[in-house]
């Protein structure tokens, strides 16, 4: 599969971009900094920003399939206003180059329809909402944009993310969270790329835990 990836050079996308190549795919990666990422076999390096529209459909073109590993930087309203330019960025780029397929890293903290949250994780929404509103706001219009475009999108939303090792046993779930969940990052990249070919959670945002 062909790959046009953003986000990558955060602590999720550079294990997200590891497994795609380990896997024999080829990304296509845009960035601000080539150096960020080096030199792999298998990839190719655009040069630009999120917020150029031309950067964006110019690191498309050819893909198969977008994966969209961004996070906030920082928690202030900037990043919410960032979002939506990014991802409108990548909807309109998509639409442009004839791609239909998303992936996209979300968080347990976005709601999505049907979410059926145990009482601790609901508390801690609440808690994100409270404390990092900004972050949250960003993940969340980011969600609300591309899950209302007419694309085969999938949110895969991560609980609690450890640096653990793999385990290989990533459970899911589109509407239900497991009580106490969490995942190491290793374990959600590889989900994150079994998605690229894997028609089974197309517009569903499922949860995710290992």
Do not use: C
Request: hydrophobic share 45%; charged share 20%.
């Amino acid at each position: 599969m062909r790959i046009a990836m953003f986000g990558a050079t955060g602590r999720v996308g550079r294990l997200v971009l590891a497994e795609a190549l380990a896997r024999g795919h080829s990304v296509t990666a845009l960035v601000r900094a080539p150096s960020a990422l080096g030199a792999h076999v298998g990839l190719q390096v655009v040069i630009g920003d999120v917020t150029d529209p031309e950067a964006v459909a110019s690191a498309i073109g050819g893909a198969d399939v977008v994966v969209d590993t961004l996070g906030p930087r920082r928690n202030s309203a900037d990043q919410v206003a960032l979002f939506e330019t990014a991802i409108g960025n990548i909807v309109a780029g998509m639409e442009r180059q004839g791609v239909r397929r998303l992936i996209a890293l979300s968080g347990a903290g976005i709601d999505a329809p049907g979410d059926r949250k145990p009482l601790f994780d609901r508390i801690a929404t609440r808690m994100v909402r409270l404390f990092s509103p900004h972050v949250r706001g960003a993940k969340q219009r980011e969600f609300d944009v591309f899950s209302s475009a007419d694309i085969d999108w999938t949110a895969v939303r991560p609980p609690l993310v450890h640096d653990g090792p793999r385990t290989g046993r990533v459970h899911a779930d589109p509407t239900t969270l497991k009580a106490g969940a969490r995942i190491g990052r290793s374990d959600l990249a590889a989900f994150i790329i079994d998605q690229v070919g894997d028609p089974t959670y197309i517009k569903m945002a499922p949860f995710i835990w290992s």
